[in-house]
């Protein structure tokens, strides 16, 4: 038994200690993966037991100004990330091909991988945003997809502070901030209140963007495949399937949420008018007072003609 307890031990050193970057490895939340896990852990089982068990019988709170406010916040930290990833790595210092990781404490070693660092303190706080739709009663919007992402973002940034934070891979949280600047001040707009409605009109180009940035991701992440510079070329293998089933999982909620949306739209207004499947019996027309004519054309009154052209009356 002590022989297996050394090697566990030995083990778990070697994944959690030895393959870890000196420089992150003692921050808050990095060092030990049980705190991250169970802040996950705790959050899928407020999500979907804990948290509608205690608001069955519970009005929904309405959080305006705090939704306002978290939100505000959100929009100012995926600023901050964006330009400190674009300015600090992106714009000037990184190859847009295949960049390595700078294991340096130099400052912009170090800036860099703070930014990483920071980017993993967000995801977790994004976790409020499921929490806020359970206290607010809004299950339709507690998706397998919303919470699949939520879930997996935050064991995803962990890892890349730990072992990776810099080079190729802050690609992706780059365009994701960008994304997330736009997507939260959409939302701290939607909580506003009823009057800033008519200005939220493009609320489908976010999924749209969301889409885009899956594209931009699994191409930038495949040069891997071309270009050696020293980036683990292993990640792939969980980067690419991942931007795919992302893309899948936005793409079914963009045709559901919008496709047939509109398609019902157009089905509703055609028997608004008067049609049905998109076309009146016989000739597709009717009268205000719903009789056809002979061959479509239709009276004022709807009376018509023996030849089919309508009488005045």
Not at 255 to 276: D, F, L, M, P, Q
Request: hydrophobic share 40%; net charge positive.
């Amino acid at each position: 038994m002590s022989i297996y307890n050394n090697s566990v031990k030995r083990y778990y050193d070697f994944v959690f200690t030895d393959l870890a970057d000196p420089r992150t490895n003692d921050w808050l939340l990095i060092n030990d993966p049980l705190p991250g896990l169970a802040i996950v852990g705790f959050y899928l089982y407020f999500v979907l037991n804990l948290g509608p068990r205690l608001m069955k019988d519970r009005q929904p709170y309405e959080l305006k100004n705090t939704l306002i406010v978290y939100n505000f916040v959100q929009v100012l930290v995926s600023v901050y990330l964006f330009y400190e990833g674009m300015e600090g790595a992106w714009l000037y210092r990184y190859s847009w091909t295949c960049e390595p990781v700078d294991h340096s404490r130099s400052p912009h070693a170090m800036r860099v991988a703070r930014g990483v660092y920071i980017y993993f303190l967000a995801k977790l706080t994004e976790l409020l945003d499921t929490v806020f739709f359970v206290l607010r009663k809004k299950n339709a919007q507690i998706s397998f997809l919303h919470i699949y992402h939520h879930t997996v973002m935050p064991l995803v940034s962990w890892g890349a502070t730990k072992y990776f934070p810099g080079g190729h891979g802050t690609f992706i949280g780059v365009i994701n901030c960008f994304v997330h600047i736009i997507m939260y001040f959409y939302y701290m707009m939607a909580a506003m209140g009823p009057k800033y409605q008519k200005y939220l009109w493009w609320k489908k180009y976010i999924t749209t963007l969301q889409l885009s940035q899956f594209c931009i991701a699994f191409l930038h992440s495949m040069q891997l495949l071309f270009y050696d510079c020293g980036y683990p070329k292993w990640t792939m293998f969980f980067t690419l399937p991942n931007a795919i089933f992302f893309y899948y999982l936005f793409s079914d909620f963009y045709n559901k949420a919008y496709a047939e949306s509109n398609k019902k739209n157009v089905i509703k207004n055609g028997h608004a008018n008067g049609t049905t499947n998109g076309s009146a019996k016989e000739a597709g027309v009717l009268s205000k007072n719903g009789v056809l004519s002979k061959n479509g054309v239709l009276s004022e009154n709807g009376i018509l003609s023996e030849n089919g052209h309508a009488k005045q009356s």
